[in-house]
């Protein structure tokens, strides 16, 4: 990617290209911020205590709403 360059002098194939690759450079990003917050949870988790069983207090917890009825 070059960002001195026209996008009006590109070809259609490269204009793809580009648009490509920053799309992937996007995914990578998303795919390595979802990793690190899922280490970081793990991490919480098996620091909390010998048996793996306890919980920190301050790990996010979310429990789905219960059906009225």
Not at 34 to 61: C, H, I, N, W
Request: glycine residues 8%; positive net charge; hydrophobic residues 40%.
């Amino acid at each position: 990617m070059d960002p001195t360059r026209n996008p009006e002098t590109m070809t259609i194939v490269e204009r793809r290209a580009e648009i490509a690759s920053i799309l992937a450079q996007g995914l990578v990003r998303s795919v390595r911020v979802a990793r690190s917050r899922t280490s970081l949870a793990f991490q919480k988790v098996s620091e909390a205590g010998e048996s793996g069983l306890d919980l920190p207090g301050d790990l996010p917890l979310s429990v789905a709403p219960r059906p009225a009825g």
